[in-house]
């Protein structure tokens, strides 16, 4: 794991002295990091690509995009399971208006899924962090947003070190954990797993779904609060149904 860190932290300082010079500035860097292991079966794994496509297009996501001074934010969507072999899915692309959202969503849901085994969550981290500071775009503000209903498993750097090289570099790592009860102890205290061993840095959360229907929606309220950030007035979570895939999630994930 030393030997891992350590060669990860000279890549980071490496990337870092190789910023662009005059990236175009947005108000967010975010990474969505997305539990594509063995454990995710083919409808779990288009719940979650739904999912997201669905809530980055919603008119309050744009709002919450549209809010900021720069009125547009750094996307980038990632996959992980296998030690060390977390993959990229979807680049960076700036987000600002409706048909930015868009396209990023429809290359979500086009791209093909990537191989993956295990839980790996502490080196899905590491490629979030070496992912934003090779960005094509700056901010102040950088967020690693993990989902996925599993605790970290076989990673060449562990979770709990991982998220603290990140928050080191000023990045702050939320996380979604897909509770899918009945699944075991170890998936029901998914979220104080996440919460003690993944997320950090500044106004760092964890949000729950009781299971993949209801992750729409949780995904939906979790991308509004980071975007809009916490120190950010005028946004409101919303209360009421979430449409995906021709229904309306409630609160508790239920079809109306």
């Known amino acids: 794991m030393r030997r891992a860190a350590i060669a990860i932290l000279g890549l980071i300082a490496a990337l870092r002295a190789a910023a662009p010079v005059g990236a175009q500035p947005v108000d967010l860097l975010l990474v969505l990091a997305v539990d594509g292991s063995g454990s ?17 297009t919603h ?17 980038l969507f990632l996959e992980w399971g296998s030690p060390g072999e977390a993959k990229v899915v979807v680049d960076w692309t700036r987000v600002g208006d409706e048909a930015s959202a868009e396209t990023f969503a429809a290359r979500v ?24 500071k090779g960005a094509p775009f700056e901010s102040t503000r950088a967020v690693i947003d993990i989902s996925g209903d599993g605790p970290d498993m076989r990673s060449a750097v562990p979770a709990p070190a991982a998220r603290d090289i990140a928050v ?20 029901a205290n998914l979220d104080e797993h996440y ?16 299971d993949y229907p209801s992750f729409a929606h949780a995904i939906f309220n ?18 009421d149904g ?6 309306t999630q409630n609160r508790q994930g239920g079809d109306k």
């Not at 995710?40 to 980055?56: K, N, P, V």
């Not at 849901?109 to 969550?121: D, G, K, S, V």
């Not at 979430?242 to 229904?247: A, E, L, V």
Request: hydrophobic share 45%; no cysteine.
């Open 222 to 239: 979790k991308l509004v609060r980071e975007i809009a950030g916490s120190d950010r007035d005028g946004v409101v979570l919303a209360n």
């Open 195 to 210: 919460r003690q061993a993944v997320i950090g840095g500044p106004g760092a959360f964890v949000i729950t779904a009781d």
């Open 59 to 75: 008119p309050q996501v744009l709002r919450a995009i549209r809010s900021g001074e720069r009125r547009a934010i750094g996307i």
């Open 109 to 132: 849901l086009a791209a093909p899924r990537t191989y993956q085994t295990w839980n790996a969550i502490g080196d899905a981290i590491m490629l979030g962090v070496t992912t934003i």
């Open 40 to 56: 995710i079966d083919e409808e779990e794994f288009r719940f979650q690509r739904e999912g997201y496509a669905a809530a980055l």
């Open 168 to 187: 080191a570099e000023g990045i702050t790592v939320n996380a979604l954990a897909i509770l899918n009860r009945g699944g075991g102890a170890a998936r």
């Open 242 to 247: 979430f449409m995906t895939n021709g229904k």
